[in-house]
């Protein structure tokens, strides 16, 4: 039997800690994630695993929105940001994502629903 060189143990007790780091990730995922019936699409649906923000929005957004709704806002917040140019460190960048966020998940908000304007989509030469 060879002998592991310290350099060969330490990656071997990596490798152990990742696989067995993804085992309880996926043991979690099926034993944990309880389905239920989100607000925005109306099916059934696995809750985020945590509140997204630590404020009023956020634990709503927990409470009420599968991951599935989560990530078309997630695409759509991308194209808001890169459309507009945001800078998501200005407060007024911040409260107009906010607003959107209302309107794409709740259909709710102050401000109407941001078009994006795809129709130079591809013909842009840099």
């Not at 002998?3 to 060969?8: A, G, I, V």
């Not at 923000?53 to 940001?81: A, D, H, K, S």
Request: aromatic share 12%; with cysteine.
């Amino acid at each position: 039997m060879k002998k592991l060189t310290l350099d060969e143990s330490a990656k071997c007790s990596s490798l152990f800690s990742l696989v067995f780091a993804l085992f309880i990730i996926l043991l979690m995922g099926l034993f944990s994630s309880e389905k239920f019936k989100c607000t925005r699409c109306s099916r059934k649906g696995e809750q985020l695993p945590f509140a997204p923000f630590p404020n009023e929005i956020g634990t709503r957004i927990y409470n009420e929105i599968c991951q599935i709704c989560w990530r078309e806002w997630m695409q759509r917040q991308n194209q808001l940001i890169n459309h507009f140019g945001l800078d998501v460190s200005d407060p007024e960048a911040q409260e107009f994502l906010f607003d959107q966020i209302k309107l794409f998940l709740f259909n709710e908000g102050s401000r109407p629903i941001a078009e994006i304007d795809t129709s130079k989509e591809g013909t842009i030469k840099w």
